[in-house]
């Protein structure tokens, strides 16, 4: 399409490197400048944003305008997320049950749909994690380099959206992306024998182009804010829990917490089976570093 035709577009921000932003309008990426305006007032294009280009006969084109987001991570910062895949290996790194709870409910506190992809099972079975996570309602699929087991499970799960890989670093995120789009070509790294993890290989956020949507690939990290997350309020904590809310309402207390009172159907619940108790014991300790944040702090 002329330049001359049209000065105006509206695409999906996919890249931000060296001050650069780059937009992919319906196939066509144009490399922008944004406006000095975004940044003072506080609205700073990240991935995932939909924006306005003005482009530009010399071809200095410029990011105009951020439309409104439908939700934001900042860490790392992604914004109109669909589906949150969250990338979890058998082995090598361990599986952390605590990071998993974090990352479920973080998704859920912003309307994120979380995904579970449990990864190197050739090495070790994850039946036990499958079994907890399934229950407890999350979308989960079991995934394997060496037998590409579970590839075609996440395209389908991909179609249409928008999603980000997520989790520790050695987990298999690159290469998974890799198995679902062969031309990209990621970086991977083998495992350090030192630290029992992976190096680093991912620098940036950046989306990748599917038949019907985008992915992207994420920096690895080992904790979890919560705080950047927008998990900030105890009291919302429960609501992400999914496994919870049947039970939600028939404390003997009102104001029951779900952690340790006496007549709570939560953990009436997880007494009887009904609830896993790695997923209450996540709750308890997220509920534990949230009870103490400030106001202040959310700021």
Not at 88 to 95: G, H, I, N, T, W
Not at 110 to 125: H, L
Not at 190 to 202: A, N, P, Q, V, Y
Not at 236 to 241: A, D, E, G, I, S
Request: charge should be neutral.
């Amino acid at each position: 399409m002329s330049l001359e035709n049209e000065k105006l577009r509206t695409g999906i921000l996919i890249r931000v490197t060296g001050g650069f932003y780059y937009v992919d309008c319906q196939g066509e990426i144009f490399e922008c400048k944004a406006r000095g305006v975004l940044r003072k007032n506080g609205n700073t294009p990240v991935v995932g944003d939909r924006v306005e280009v003005e482009l530009k006969k010399d071809g200095y084109h410029s990011l105009s305008a951020v439309l409104p987001r439908k939700n934001f991570l900042t860490r790392p910062p992604l914004s109109n997320l669909d589906r949150l895949f969250i990338v979890v290996s058998a082995v090598r790194p361990e599986p952390n049950t605590l990071v998993i709870d974090k990352l479920t409910a973080a998704a859920a506190a912003i309307d994120v749909e979380p995904v579970i992809v449990f990864s190197k099972t050739d090495m070790s079975s994850v039946d036990d994690l499958l079994n907890t996570y399934c229950k407890a309602g999350f979308k989960c699929v079991v995934y394997s380099d060496v037998t590409k087991e579970g590839v075609e499970d996440v395209k389908e799960l991909l179609s249409g959206k928008l999603c980000a890989f997520i989790g520790n670093s050695g987990v298999g995120k690159s290469t998974l992306l890799n198995n679902i789009l062969p031309d990209l070509g990621l970086k991977t790294a083998d495992i350090s024998d030192k630290l029992g993890r992976g190096r680093h290989t991912t620098r940036i956020v950046e989306l990748f182009k599917t038949e019907s949507g985008y992915i992207a690939d994420t920096p690895g990290f080992s904790t979890v804010d919560l705080i950047r997350y927008s998990l900030n309020s105890k009291e919302n904590l429960m609501n992400c829990f999914p496994e919870f809310q049947d039970y939600l309402g028939s404390c003997m207390f009102t104001s029951c917490s779900h952690t340790v009172e006496k007549g709570c159907a939560v953990i009436d619940a997880v007494n009887n089976g009904e609830i896993a108790s790695s997923r209450h014991l996540s709750y308890k300790l997220m509920y534990e570093e949230l009870k103490d944040i400030k106001a202040w702090q959310l700021k």
